[in-house]
């Protein structure tokens, strides 16, 4: 029997809950789609950094012009950055053989959170297909939604339940309380991702600054075969073949 267990968001996350286990981490407004699109384009990894200090500390210890410093506050470009948290900042020309400094106001600590755990993978709706097939293999699995502002979003919680949801098809489930929930909320409007975040908080702040086209493309479901996963501090690609670039 597998067991999943769903943390609401980045702060909330304890290491007693988190460590030497699977961790996934879920961003899905921007962060994780990011660091999908960014490696599909041939990026070599992702640092993730919780601050705006650290980020740039690390990339003064880097040799020029192999790294880019990327990440948002309050949704929008750090000044100084090169890129933002959109996924079409990071396209081939831009990234390819580039390392990428990330700092994001939610989904970065999340994952520096996570640094006792035993895997860290980076979910989204995005490689949706491809995490189930990955976790089938599990027996305990920690979903850490990232989150909005140290609170609950329900983009994040929606990509958890759509996970539990997949795995629920051919696997007995040890759910959590939170999991229970979030898989009841999604299969009530029968996974229907518009009706189900459409007064989502988190999204709706997007749409408003100008980013709805990232909000349509960070809800397609499928469009990467591959999981990122944490190795050495740096969220990287595996060595398998994607089916879709942007």
Known sequence: MMRI???PYASAVKNKWIKNKNVVIIDV?????????GLANG???????????KAINISKNMDAGTCLLGGERDTKVIKGFTLGNSPFDYTKETVED???ILTTTNGTVAIEASADAKKVFIGTFLNMKALTE?????EEVVLVCSGTNEQFSMDDGMCAAMIIDNLD?????NLSDLAQTLLQAYKSKSGNLKLL??????LNL???NGFEKDVTYCLQTNIYDFVPEIKNTIVVKPKITQKTSL
């Open 98 to 100: 580039k390392t990428i």
């Open 169 to 173: 098809r051919n696997h007995s489930l």
């Open 197 to 202: 975040l459409k007064d989502c908080y988190h």
């Open 29 to 37: 407004l921007r962060m994780g789609s990011v660091m999908l699109t």
């Open 134 to 138: 990955v976790l089938s293999d599990l």
């Open 43 to 53: 990026a070599k990894g992702f640092i993730p950094a919780a601050s705006v200090d």
């Open 5 to 7: 267990d769903v943390i």
């Open 206 to 208: 997007l749409k408003r």
